[in-house]
Every structure is written in structure tokens, then in C-alpha cells.
T-cell receptor, first 109, second 117 residues
Framework: GQSLEQPSEVTAVEGAIVQINCTYQ??????LSWYQQHDGGAPTFLSY????GLEETGRFSSFLSRSDSYGYLLLQELQMKDSASYFC??????????FGKGTTLSVSS | GAVVSQHPSWVICKSGTSVKIECRSL??????MFWYRQFPKQSLMLMAT?????????EQGVEKDKFLINHASLTLSTLTVTSAHPEDSSFYIC?????????????FGSGTQLSVL
């Protein structure tokens, strides 16, 4: 089967940098995605890694190490609006995404 | 980017009634759509995979006779919660695949908050 582990909660202050880690177990790995979800809203796509290394998209970056079955989401210059839940998710060819349990990020001023 | 429209965004119903939720891909064709359920403060749990023109594939523990899925066209999938009970109250989210190969990603509808009284 598949499983993902990520911290349940992270807190930080505005302007800081936060890293949310995700470890996974799976067969047939295709890629690791990251989604953001605000309370009451649908998940929105943030980033995707199919190969090892860092993907940068503005203030958000995502890293993947397939040999370590590990990835992380890096959020820089944190803003209050970044307070949300962040999910890592496994992409497997031809199947639905399998989501981790989510990390609740709280950003304070 | 690809847009997935989900309707209604919220619904309140009496116990024992049925509720239909629609999921449409607006600017692309989706041969496969996925239905997720999310309880408060929890992760998204895959309920079923909806394939255009064929029967849906349900995840273990999901009652296919209770959660009826119809994917009659390349742009529309529906989920009907039959004989709803309070324990079915949840946030239901549909999604569709866009892109291809390594760029394939899921696009989500806005979700439906179902409250069963």
C-alpha cells in the first residue's frame, strides 16, 4: 500500500521560512505533489516533483529525494494568508492522488 | 488553467433523502474523475474513481449502493448520496485529471458541504 507522513502542525511568524517534511512509502512512484487548502475551501495545487531536486515557484519551493522517499515544501517570506493546511500527495500513474494527513500552518504577526 | 466546476457548494437535507452532486470539467475532457470525502480537520479520502462510460471503481469500505456515481459524458460526473444519514455529513470534493505524463495533475472542484439533519 501507500502511506505518507507529515507533521500535524507547524507555527511560524510573518516573514519567516518554514519547511514541511513528507516521507512516503509506495510502489510505482510517479511523483510527489503539494496542495494548499484553506478552511472551507478546495485544495489548490502548489508544486510537483517527479525528479530529484528542487522546484521553485515564487515564495514556495518543493524538494524531492526519491532514494530517501522524502520531500519537503519550503515556504519563504511567510504571510498571514499562508495560514492553511498543506498536503503532500503521491502521484501514481493512472490512479488518483493519495493524500497525507495534512499539516496545519499557523502564521502569526 | 483547467477548471472543474462542482455544484452545489452546500446542501442541507433531511435524513433519508437523496442528494446529487455534479462535477463538470469546463474546458477540457476528463475521462477519469475522482471523488473524495473530507471530514473536519482530516485528510482527503478517496471514495471512488469515475470512468466515462463504465462503472465506477470504489475504494474499500465505500458502499457503492449508497454513493452512486454516474459518468455519462467526458465532462460530467455525478455523485448521488442515497438515503443520507447524519454520519454522511461531510465535505465532498471532485477532481479531474488534466495534462499528460509527468505533467499530469489533479484539478479540484470547489467542494460540496453536505449537512444531513
Amino acid at each position: 500500500g501507500q502511506s505518507l507522513e507529515q507533521p500535524s502542525e507547524v507555527t511560524a511568524v510573518e516573514g519567516a521560512i518554514v519547511q514541511i517534511n513528507c516521507t512516503y512509502q509506495t510502489s510505482g512512484f510517479y511523483g510527489l505533489s503539494w496542495y494548499q487548502q484553506h478552511d472551507g475551501g478546495a485544495p489548490t495545487f502548489l508544486s510537483y516533483n517527479a525528479l530529484d531536486g528542487l522546484e521553485e515557484t515564487g515564495r514556495f519551493s518543493s524538494f524531492l529525494s526519491r532514494s530517501d522517499s522524502y520531500g519537503y515544501l519550503l515556504l519563504q517570506e511567510l504571510q498571514m494568508k499562508d495560514s492553511a493546511s498543506y498536503f503532500c500527495a503521491l502521484n501514481q500513474a493512472g490512479t488518483a492522488l493519495i493524500f497525507g494527513k495534512g499539516t496545519t500552518l499557523s502564521v502569526s504577526s | 488553467g483547467a477548471v472543474v466546476s462542482q455544484h452545489p457548494s452546500w446542501v442541507i437535507c433531511k435524513s433519508g433523502t437523496s442528494v446529487k452532486i455534479e462535477c463538470r470539467s469546463l474546458d477540457f475532457q476528463a475521462t477519469t474523475m475522482f471523488w473524495y470525502r473530507q471530514f473536519p480537520k482530516q485528510s482527503l479520502m478517496l471514495m471512488a474513481t469515475s470512468n466515462e462510460g463504465s462503472k465506477a471503481t470504489y475504494e474499500q469500505g465505500v458502499e457503492k449502493d449508497k454513493f452512486l456515481i454516474n459518468h455519462a459524458s467526458l465532462t460530467l460526473s455525478t455523485l448521488t448520496v442515497t438515503s443520507a444519514h447524519p454520519e454522511d455529513s461531510s465535505f465532498y470534493i471532485c477532481s479531474a485529471k488534466g495534462g499528460a505524463g509527468a505533467n499530469e495533475k489533479l484539478f479540484f472542484g470547489s467542494g460540496t458541504q453536505l449537512s444531513v439533519l
